[in-house]
């Protein structure tokens, strides 16, 4: 179950690049989802993740701040607790990242890591650290359009996906673990789905796949994404090498 969070969340992972409608991320957003694991051939809830926008002034700029926040039921503690947050500061007109944080508590794997962007040089300073080990700096290049993986789960909700043609593919980089990954993401079609407390919406069925091995199957990494302009993602699935998951649309708090 290590990183259950992260490989549900990628998912979500966008088709940076297509055309885009005027279609923006504001502060004050939260969606809320019941998180499932395959347990002896049953999906059984075991936590809830929690998606946030927030506005955050600093004394040069206005930049949107992106939480994403994994935790299990507390009767699942005892079998495998985990206290996840993922942080992305983005430019709220392009949601290029500026910042990401990561505090990631897994069962007794702990370990916190820090992007900071830098456009102008085209590299991201990387500090990595886990209990009674000394901290780790790099200082890698990366491309110019390379984007943390919480960035990503809000640029597709921008994708004009009617430009897109079913079986449409799109191809990108992103920065997970100090690596940059190559990500394909396809285009299956349109589904109507019970979307939990929006009702049965029309939505963009999404597949995902990557040059890893933390994904398995042929179109078995998927998400819906409604097609109105709210761009809610209402369920997602993914399969991983030791079983299979789920992310329930659960409730939404809309800007104010």
């Known amino acids: 179950m290590k990183h259950v969070l992260v490989l549900g969340l ?13 279609i923006t991320i504001a502060g004050g957003e939260k969606l809320v989802f019941n998180a499932s694991y395959s347990m002896s051939g049953l999906m059984t809830q075991l936590a809830q993740v929690t998606m946030e926008t927030a506005d955050i002034k600093t004394s040069s700029a206005t930049l949107l701040h992106l939480k994403c926040t994994a935790v299990t039921f ?13 942080e992305s500061y983005v430019n709220p007109k392009n949601l290029k990242p500026v910042m990401h944080k990561r505090d990631i508590e897994e069962g007794t794997y702990k370990k916190q890591m820090k992007y900071v962007f830098n456009s102008k040089t085209g590299t991201v300073k990387i500090t990595s650290s886990k209990p009674n080990k000394p901290t780790k700096e790099t200082q890698p290049k990366i491309t110019p359009s390379t984007i943390d993986v919480v960035s990503l789960l ?5 994708t004009d996906f009617s430009a897109i043609p079913v079986g449409g593919t799109k191809s990108f980089t992103l ?26 919406k029309e939505c963009y069925k999404l597949s995902v796949s990557a040059k890893t091995d933390k994904l398995k199957g042929k179109d ?3 998400m819906w994404l409604t097609t109105d302009r709210s761009r809610m993602p ?10 299979t998951g789920e992310l329930i649309l659960k409730s939404v708090a809309s800007p104010k």
Do not use: H
């Open 234 to 243: 209402v369920y997602m699935k993914f399969n991983i090498p030791v079983g």
């Open 220 to 222: 078995q990494n998927l």
């Open 10 to 22: 990628s998912l979500a992972i966008s088709l940076l690049g297509f055309c885009q409608e005027n």
């Open 154 to 158: 809000y640029q597709v909700r921008t």
């Open 74 to 86: 507390s009767k699942w503690d005892s079998f495998f607790k985990i206290r996840d947050l993922y």
């Open 175 to 200: 920065l997970f673990d100090e690596k940059e990954l190559a990500v394909n993401i396809k285009l299956l079609g349109k589904e109507v789905m019970n979307s939990g407390p929006l009702g049965k």
